[in-house]
């Protein structure tokens, strides 16, 4: 498919919307353009749009991808919205999701219930990547886990309250095929092309999104299933009405470089493409993909370290190690991911590493028969040794060609006795396509589940760095390797997306920078914490340690505890204890042990700990407001393309989602367009837009040049000049770090010197030029925004 000629809006910004059915859609969009567009913001930014279950906040279980959410406005609302942006000379960016769809309620997913329904015989049978072999444990059938029990069979019923009889078991509704309508439920239920088992019998007939029962990946790797799949999206790019994409979850896919390969055909070689490819600490994109970047926790990661006082890690380890046993540092976390990621393997994601076993066997021949030691166990072992070993999401990348074969060398001079096993898996590797692909796949699901879904809500020295594709065992970053790092980012992805708070964040940009600040006070922050805990002990004291810095970051300034900040946090501390899995999960609740820990935080609330909290949290504000502040500044100036995440142009207490899908209130953001005072966060957010607006030259594909401050307080400065050529600065940014400890002496007779020419800040409208006292720049704001004023001039 040859895509229509595309005129794109330049895209200097995004600004990331969640699309609701139930509370904002396109309609919405359309009457937010204006603020949007006086803010600075180039382009609008869509969570996914395409027709969803009903219900859904999120638009990620898509069940129909041919049509547009009709909750949202329709293929009509999304013309509207496109229509309204162009005539602001204003865009589109819209989030699609290839690998997965939603199944939860069959009757909603067309395909998906024609598959069940038809077996082989239905034209969406390869639509989806069933498993329907003879040794799949289900007699070859598609295994359903929805049952409570094993018992639960005689539960069924037939409904045939509609245009076609259905099983029936309670609220769920699965297809039967023509011809099979006769007999008992559970006897038209064995005659189905499925089987409905238990929901922990490990039989699972389908690939699923991670551990996610209701999300079945789709098998884009066939070209029709391509096709079928991006229809719509292919006539959004006919019809130009969208200028990007930004794309779900590539890692999760069969080949991810095949089908982006096929995208960038689909949309063009003008259109924005970007990718939510979670890179691993120093792991590099692979720059042979079609794609402009990824959607930025790279950065997001960096920005949050490089404030970091590397002064606090020794006592940020002894406070870790008194409540949870373990420094925290990374050699325990490198331990902990490979138990965990073993874990995973076999008990939530036993079905798939299963099937890969299997899968080895089918296309090497060895048998049990042939070979009895290789049993399945034995062949399991290898692959979890292999797979928990690998620190990327995925290995088969092009510049991580030689990471694989050194991992099954440790693994098999670690382990001798798993040689025959290596042996067999490497044969299935270098031959089999279809083993390739699904272990790429099971190695970003075990990484996700035992990572980030896991170990990041256990690990407690210092949770601000316990972020997706973050690195919480390095303390800190050091400026030199920022700003080279960013350097590196101006010249090889300048159009890569940056951002700090998105929909899968565990805790937003501004709650991130603020739990940050502890490293800056470590001492204090160790006293006061055992202080709390002898009035208010928490039940575990490692949960405790967690949920004490997550109390800090979203603590309020003012002290005042609103019974919406305490059900939030009631919320937040039963995802995170469940998610910790140590205690109680989502598998095995312990109703007891979840009822203390809320009443633990009852307690805290009310207590004199709560009082506690409040002078501390008042105490660091301006530091703490100072690190969200230049982190954000720098990221907007930064190179690659900054979204800003709906609302937060005003602080923003979010932790994970859910909470960071709550409404956003505009009205109040939209009167501060017309008044002079105005928050400091609003200030820097309008400030750096527009002028990414205003000087785009500068930024895309402009130079990235690190300036170095004087003085006996140098080092708490960050700053980057920005301009078309490296000679043709025209941009400084320019912030603050580590304030605590700039104590009485401030700034003292530190400088920055600028580069040649006269300067205007834009958030104070002070003009300087030279070398300006850092004391004269940070007197109403903790950052700074300059440019140039008139031509640029060459540095000499």
């Known amino acids: 498919m040859t895509p229509t000629p595309a005129n794109p809006v330049p895209v200097t910004a995004t600004y990331r919307l969640q699309m609701r059915p139930d509370a904002f859609a396109f309609a919405d969009a359309v009457d937010l353009l204006d603020y949007l567009d006086a803010l600075g ?272 890690e020794d006592e940020l380890n002894a406070l870790s190690r008194t409540f949870t046993g373990a420094d925290g540092d990374a050699e325990w976390l490198h331990a902990q991911e490979h138990l965990l990621g073993r874990q995973v393997l076999e008990t939530g994601l036993a079905p798939e590493t299963g099937r890969l076993v299997r899968r080895i066997r089918h296309s090497t021949g060895k048998t049990m028969v042939t070979d009895p030691a290789l049993t399945d166990a034995v062949v399991r072992d290898a692959v979890v040794a292999v797979v928990t ?178 059900t939030r946090l009631r919320e937040y501390v039963r995802k995170a204890v469940r998610e910790n899995g140590t205690r109680t999960s989502w598998t095995e609740v312990d109703v007891e042990f979840e009822g203390s820990v809320l009443a633990w935080l009852d307690a805290v609330c009310d207590s004199p700990c709560g009082a506690g909290m409040s002078e501390f949290v008042a105490g660091l504000e301006p530091h703490f407001s100072s690190d969200a502040l230049g982190q954000k500044l720098l990221q907007l100036l930064g190179p690659g393309i900054p979204d800003v995440y709906q609302g937060t142009e005003l602080w923003d207490d979010s932790l994970v989602d859910p909470d960071n899908r709550r409404l956003v209130d505009y009205s109040v953001r939209r009167r501060l367009l017309d008044t002079d005072e105005v928050p400091s966060k609003f200030a820097v957010v309008r400030a750096a837009l527009r002028l990414r607006r205003e000087r785009p030259a500068s930024f895309v594909g402009g130079a990235y040049v690190p300036l170095c401050a004087s003085g006996t307080a140098a080092h708490h400065v960050l700053a980057y000049g920005r301009g078309p050529h490296v000679d043709e600065i025209d941009v400084v940014a320019v912030a603050s770090r580590h304030t605590v400890s700039l104590g009485t002496n401030g700034w003292a007779d530190s400088v920055l010197a600028l580069p040649p020419g006269d300067w205007i800040d834009l958030l104070t409208g002070r003009e300087v030029s030279g070398q300006v006292r850092l004391d004269n720049l940070f007197t109403e704001f903790p950052v700074a925004a300059l440019g140039r004023l008139g031509p640029p001039a060459t540095i000499a």
């Open 41 to 312: 913001v180039s382009h609008l930014y869509l969570s996914p749009v395409l027709t969803a279950v009903d219900g859904s906040t999120h638009g990620y279980d898509v069940v129909d991808p041919s049509t547009v959410s009709a909750g949202l406005g329709g293929r009509s609302g999304l013309e509207a919205l496109a229509e309204a942006a162009r005539t602001r000379g204003m865009g589109l960016v819209v989030d699609i999701v290839p690998n997965h769809v939603g199944v939860a309620d069959p009757r909603q997913n067309a395909w998906w219930w024609d598959a069940l329904r038809r077996g082989r015989e239905s034209e969406y049978a390869d639509f989806f990547d069933f498993d329907t072999a003879a040794d799949n444990g289900a007699d070859g059938m598609i295994a359903l886990p929805v049952l409570a029990s094993g018992d639960d069979a005689g539960r069924f019923t037939v409904d045939r309250s509609g245009t076609e009889p259905m099983i029936a078991y309670y609220d769920k509704r699965f297809p039967i095929a023509p011809g099979t309508d006769s007999g008992t439920a559970p006897e038209i239920h064995d005659r189905q092309r499925y089987r409905l088992v238990p929901w922990d019998s490990g039989l699972i007939g389908y690939r699923r999104f991670f551990t996610v029962s209701d999300l079945a990946a789709v098998r884009v790797d066939d070209p029709h299933v391509f096709d079928a799949t991006h229809a719509q999206v292919a006539s959004w790019i006919t019809d130009d009405l969208v200028d990007g994409i930004r794309v779900d979850h590539p890692d999760g896919l069969a080949d991810p470089s095949d089908y982006l390969g096929r995208l960038r055909d689909l949309i063009g070689s003008d259109r924005w493409l970007v990718v939510e490819k979670v890179l691993a600490d120093g792991e590099p994109l692979d720059a042979t993909l079609p794609v402009d970047g990824t959607t930025g926790y790279d950065a997001l990661n960096e920005l949050s370290a490089v404030f970091l006082d590397p002064r606090g």
């Open 389 to 566: 070993r690998i620190p990327v999401y995925r290995a088969d990348y092009a510049p991580l060609s030689t990471l694989l074969p050194r991992i099954v060398g440790q693994v098999g001079r670690s382990d001798p006795a798993l040689a025959p096993a290596l042996e067999m898996l490497v044969r299935a590797l270098a031959t089999d396509p279809e083993t390739v692909a699904r272990f790429g796949q099971i190695c970003g699901a075990a990484t996700a589940k035992a990572v980030e879904d896991c170990l990041f809500y256990r690990a407690a020295r210092l949770i601000s760095l316990q972020e997706v594709g973050g690195n919480p065992g390095r303390f800190g970053l050091d400026p030199s390797e920022f700003h080279l790092v960013w350097a590196q980012r101006a010249r090889s992805w300048p159009r890569t997306m940056t951002t700090l708070s998105t929909h899968d964040t565990k805790r937003s940009e501004d709650v991130r920078a603020r739990i940050g600040v502890l490293s800056q006070v470590s001492r204090l922050w160790a006293d006061c914490v055992m202080e709390w805990e002898t009035v208010a002990p928490s039940p575990d004291p490692a949960i405790g340690a967690f949920l004490w810095q997550t109390l800090f970051g979203v603590w309020p300034v003012d002290g005042v505890v609103t019974d919406s900040l305490r």
